[in-house]
């Protein structure tokens, strides 16, 4: 079974679904909701929140040329830059929320989207690195945050099984030990139908990695179902409040639906087990109430065994209802009551 560990926590199929809370752009430019966002996502019960590390400088251009706009979905008009520059959550508060996690007692990683991002975010000793699905393509970043020696989860939205493979292989080919893969639609929101789900145990099977969900649906339903298919992984934006208006709340949970997620997971999880067909601890008590075969007649030794004088009825204490057609016709070696269980000493 594959496996990594983030932070001491084991992250793989014989595990609990490790529940990403993604902070993104929700902060909304203000620090101390970041602070509350990250202390809602331990409450709700998520193994760790991440971040996103970028400048509008390093991801993109300052430039209005058709290239740079955004045409459709939730940021139709704006150009590139302008929306990372609302989006980008300030160096400068990186270090105070690492410190505010840690006392926390949650696991914060971030999204590195240069070269000097994850130069910073050693400098806060990340435990882990993300790749996020639209940085998939960039090889050359994958192998540098790869040099770091950490764990690495990268999202494969858009990207198609050649271009995932690519990717695996810088990650290595830069020092990665740790490895992980997420399965993700790059819509944002995205519908539940484009997930295909049934790509997850694939992606296991291909490509040997841990394997998990980075889930862009509206509610948990997806995220749940994916547990059951074998992700390890459940990464899903978060807020404090959907209708806040930032670049991602539309499309992210809000603590209660993250708390649900974090239950619903690990439930499913617990629900999958192993392949098992004994009788279970819950139904001990119930073995009693299945049927069985009992007398409904008086009868006395030396009667034979008719249709009219047995039958298959609830408890369980005589003799299973598979046996009816083997006594009928047999002589009794004593007297029976009726309402009394069916036994083998009964018959000569």
């Not at 084991?10 to 529940?19: A, T």
């Not at 914060?108 to 000097?116: K, L, V």
Request: glycine residues 8%; contains cysteine; negative net charge.
């Amino acid at each position: 079974m594959p496996q990594i560990e983030i932070a001491g926590r084991p992250i793989g199929p014989e595990h609990s679904p490790y529940v990403i809370a993604e902070l993104s752009a929700n902060h909304n430019g203000k620090l101390e909701t970041a602070l509350h966002i990250i202390e809602e996502a331990k409450k709700a019960g998520s193994d760790a929140v991440k971040l996103q590390t970028y400048k509008p400088d390093t991801i993109t251009l300052n430039s209005d040329c058709e290239d740079f706009k955004i045409r459709g979905g939730l940021w139709d008009g704006r150009t590139l830059y302008e929306l990372y520059e609302e989006a980008h959550m300030p160096w400068d508060w990186h270090k105070p929320l690492f410190e505010h996690a840690r006392k926390l007692g949650i696991t914060i990683f971030s999204s590195p989207f240069d070269n000097t991002a994850i130069d910073l975010l050693e400098k806060l000793n990340a435990p882990a690195y993300k790749i996020a699905s639209f940085e998939a393509v960039d090889l050359p970043l994958i192998k540098y945050a790869a040099s770091t020696g950490k764990p690495m989860i990268i999202s494969t939205g858009m990207a198609d099984a050649e271009e995932i493979q690519e990717a695996i292989d810088a990650a290595r080919e830069g020092g990665c030990k740790q490895l992980a893969v997420l399965h993700c639609v790059s819509g944002y929101p995205a519908p539940a139908e484009d997930y295909n789900l049934r790509t997850i145990p694939n992606m296991i099977e291909r490509f040997g990695l841990v394997t998990g969900l980075s889930d862009h649906t509206l509610d948990n339903t997806t995220a749940i179902a994916s547990v059951a298919l074998g992700a390890s992984i459940i990464e899903k934006h978060f807020t404090l409040d959907r209708s806040g208006g930032g670049p991602d709340d539309s499309f992210s949970l809000e603590p209660a639906e993250l708390a649900a997620l974090c239950r619903g997971a690990k439930t499913a999880w617990s629900a999958i087990g192993s392949v098992d067909y004994g009788c279970k601890s819950s139904e001990q008590a119930n073995i009693k109430f299945r049927r069985s075969l009992y007398f409904v007649t008086d009868m006395k030794a030396g009667d034979v065994i008719t249709p009219n004088c047995v039958r298959s009825v609830r408890p369980g204490f005589g003799l299973a209802p598979k046996h009816l057609e083997s006594l009928l016709g047999r002589r009794l070696s004593a007297d029976a009551k009726a309402n009394t269980p069916v036994a083998w000493t009964c018959f000569e």
